[in-house]
């Protein structure tokens, strides 16, 4: 069956712009997670969503936003870029999202900010 | 955030075992111990996961102490491919909805 689909791969954009990545989960998969993965800080967990509704978030400002659809596409947004924001976003999806279940990742958008 | 400890790197040289260890002290009796791996260029892939016993998957195995306070995930043939990144990650209940905390890892170097 078909993977994790995230897109783009790859998007420059200039400081002060926004961006929306996709993310397409495996189908049938209700929970999809968003990571932001640096080389500083690793990877770091920004929101979950499972039907629509945002369960959990991370510790991002406000910039970084999300929604997911009725058809389990999700996408995140992130509004007046700054450089730090350069990163490997990365979207994961799952059954349920919850403890005993398997997360399949994308192979992730990577974001460069001018 | 639940925290696991892990060496930062090991190495290892082909066709023979590795044995990759995880310390998770403060885990909680409902927590599930789950491994990803990462490889060059790639988002992290799913290995393996536990509660308690052992498991056994076809790309590995888990043995979680008898406390639960430490599991080492054995390759048991090493191979070229499994040069990646390897995370321990305690999976806690509650709210923590889809959210995976990694830490930094163990990066395998495997010899050829």
């Known amino acids: 069956k078909a993977g994790v689909t995230q897109t783009p791969r790859y998007l420059i954009k200039t400081r002060g712009q926004q961006v929306t990545l996709s993310c397409s989960p495996i189908s049938g998969h209700r929970s999809v997670s968003w990571y932001q993965q640096t080389p500083g800080q690793g990877l770091q967990f920004l929101f979950e969503y499972f039907s629509e509704t945002q369960r959990n978030k991370g510790n991002f400002p406000g910039r970084f936003s999300g929604r997911q659809f009725s058809n389990s596409r999700s996408e995140m947004n992130v509004s007046t870029l700054e450089l730090g924001d350069s990163a490997l976003y990365l979207c994961a999806s799952s059954l349920e999202g919850v403890m005993n279940t398997e997360a399949f990742f994308g192979q992730g958008t990577r974001l460069t900010v001018v | 955030d639940a925290k696991t400890t892990q060496p930062n790197s090991m190495e290892s040289n082909e066709e023979e075992p590795v044995h990759l260890p995880c310390n998770h002290s403060t885990i909680s009796g409902t927590d599930y111990i789950h491994w990803y791996r990462q490889l060059p260029s790639q988002g992290p892939e799913y290995v393996i996961h536990?509660?308690?016993s052992n498991v056994n998957n076809r790309m590995a195995s888990l043995a979680i102490a008898e406390d639960r306070k430490s599991s080492t995930l054995i390759l048991h043939r090493a191979t070229l491919r499994d040069a990646a990144v390897y995370y321990c990650?305690?999976?806690?209940?509650?709210?923590?909805?889809?959210?995976?905390?990694f830490g930094q890892g163990t990066i395998l170097t495997v010899h050829p």
């Open positions: 536990g509660l308690t």
């Open positions: 990650i305690e999976k806690t209940g509650g709210t923590s909805y889809g959210k995976l905390t």
